[in-house]
């Protein structure tokens, strides 16, 4: 209950900080207000996110024992680079909404969120620099690598047979390799050179599998903030998806004919879905994503038995049984 207390007082500290973060700035003579910061503040926050990425930031912290408040900073780093890479995205998916409210996309425009990613990415970045170095250079190199897996993503859409290989390199680039980042910066604040290199291990794969619990929860309807078979409905291929196509030949056949049309209708997703269940897919998604918290629990190595550490293989074994529970109760 203590530790719950101090999280919540930790995260409570971060959202004061991204409000501070995301204050008008001038934007020149004869205009009022600032239209990128309210669009930005309109994601960051009234979007109800989860703040996955703070909350990783302060348990690799306490792994490594970093006092909170030198974790804050890093930790709202995190938070808006992840938000920029959202508003990039709903211009890239033509996304109207996100956990039930208008994109800034939609709202504003896709200019206006183009530049508004922009200006949070730059501005955290330049924090960064001011703070140390070495967490501004890592977090380009994560940046970098988040916008060549969006561009694999956009050039996968419709591609039935995009390997599994694939699949993952866009997961651990556009996830992994933030949640891993978490962990890096956390580690060079708290000296601890074995570390960094651990920490970014950890989180790479708890990116992938986080990836693959969004997938399965995309075919079961378990997903809160996005409708049903948005990935059918994109084109996106999934984990299921790919798992179920590699058995079922008439299965392709029938998602190839769908995604031929513009748009496809709630009952033929309705059956595609049930067809990629009735494969067993989402149970092989199921353990594919525990192979890789599996092996996000082997990275961690002496660090798993820290406090945060243990904090962290809690939130790995809770990912996984929440999953499974889902999985049982839908395809059962």
Same mark, same amino acid.
């Given at each position: 209950?203590?530790?719950?207390?101090?999280?919540?007082?930790?995260?409570?500290?971060?959202?004061?900080?991204?409000?501070?973060?995301?204050?008008?700035?001038?934007?020149?003579?004869?205009? /009022?207000?600032?239209?990128?910061?309210?669009?930005?503040?309109?994601?960051?926050?009234?979007?109800?996110?989860?703040?996955?990425?703070?909350?990783?930031? +302060?348990?690799?912290?306490?792994?490594?024992?970093?006092?909170?408040?030198?974790?804050?900073?890093?930790?709202?780093?995190?938070?808006?680079?992840?938000?920029?890479?959202?508003?990039?995205?709903?211009?890239?998916?033509?996304?109207?909404?996100?956990?039930?409210?208008?994109?800034?996309?939609?709202?504003?425009?896709?200019?206006?969120?183009?530049?508004?990613?922009?200006?949070?990415?730059?501005?955290?970045?330049? +924090?960064?620099?001011?703070?140390?170095? +070495?967490?501004?250079?890592?977090?380009?190199?994560?940046?970098?690598?988040?916008?060549?897996?969006?561009?694999?993503?956009?050039?996968?859409?419709?591609?039935?047979?995009?390997?599994?290989?694939?699949?993952?390199?866009?997961?651990?680039?556009?996830?992994?390799?933030?949640?891993?980042?978490?962990?890096?910066?956390?580690?060079?604040?708290?000296?601890?050179?074995?570390?960094?290199?651990?920490?970014?291990?950890?989180?790479?794969?708890?990116?992938?599998?986080?990836?693959?619990?969004?997938?399965?929860?995309? &075919?079961?309807?378990?997903?809160?903030?996005?409708?049903?078979?948005?990935?059918?409905?994109?084109?996106?291929?999934?984990?299921?998806?790919?798992?179920?196509?590699?058995?079922?030949?008439?299965?392709?056949?029938?998602?190839?004919?769908?995604?031929?049309?513009?748009?496809?209708?709630?009952?033929?997703?309705?059956?595609?879905?049930?067809? &990629? &269940?009735?494969?067993?897919?989402?149970? /092989?998604?199921?353990?594919?994503?525990?192979?890789?918290?599996?092996?996000?629990?082997? +990275?961690?190595?002496?660090?798993?038995?820290?406090?945060?550490? /243990?904090?962290?293989? $809690?939130?790995?074994?809770?990912?996984?049984?929440? &999953?499974?529970?889902?999985?049982? $109760?839908?395809?059962?």
């Amino acid at each position: 209950m203590e530790l719950a207390h101090e999280l919540s007082d930790f995260l409570g500290m971060v959202e004061q900080r991204i409000g501070a973060a995301l204050v008008d700035g001038d934007a020149g003579p004869g205009v /009022q207000g600032d239209p990128l910061m309210a669009a930005a503040r309109h994601l960051v926050l009234g979007g109800g996110g989860k703040r996955a990425r703070p909350m990783l930031v +302060r348990l690799f912290g306490d792994a490594v024992g970093v006092p909170p408040d030198r974790l804050v900073d890093i930790a709202v780093a995190a938070e808006l680079i992840h938000s920029a890479s959202l508003l990039h995205d709903d211009v890239v998916d033509g996304g109207m909404s996100r956990r039930g409210r208008p994109t800034v996309n939609a709202r504003w425009g896709n200019i206006v969120a183009v530049m508004s990613g922009d200006l949070i990415l730059s501005s955290t970045l330049l +924090r960064l620099v001011e703070m140390d170095a +070495r967490l501004a250079q890592s977090a380009l190199a994560v940046v970098s690598e988040m916008t060549r897996a969006a561009i694999a993503e956009v050039e996968a859409r419709g591609a039935l047979d995009l390997s599994l290989p694939r699949l993952r390199y866009i997961a651990e680039g556009k996830t992994g390799s933030l949640f891993g980042w978490c962990g890096q910066a956390a580690a060079l604040i708290g000296v601890e050179p074995d570390a960094v290199q651990r920490f970014d291990g950890f989180g790479r794969h708890l990116g992938v599998a986080f990836q693959i619990a969004d997938d399965i929860r995309d &075919i079961l309807g378990t997903d809160v903030g996005k409708p049903q078979y948005a990935d059918l409905h994109s084109r996106t291929p999934s984990m299921p998806m790919l798992l179920a196509l590699a058995q079922d030949d008439g299965l392709r056949r029938k998602l190839r004919d769908a995604w031929a049309f513009s748009s496809i209708s709630p009952e033929r997703a309705q059956e595609l879905g049930a067809g &990629i &269940i009735a494969t067993g897919a989402v149970d /092989q998604s199921l353990a594919k994503l525990n192979v890789e918290l599996e092996a996000a629990l082997d +990275r961690l190595g002496p660090f798993a038995n820290t406090p945060g550490g /243990q904090e962290l293989v $809690s939130w790995a074994r809770k990912l996984s049984a929440g &999953i499974t529970d889902q999985v049982r $109760s839908r395809v059962a």
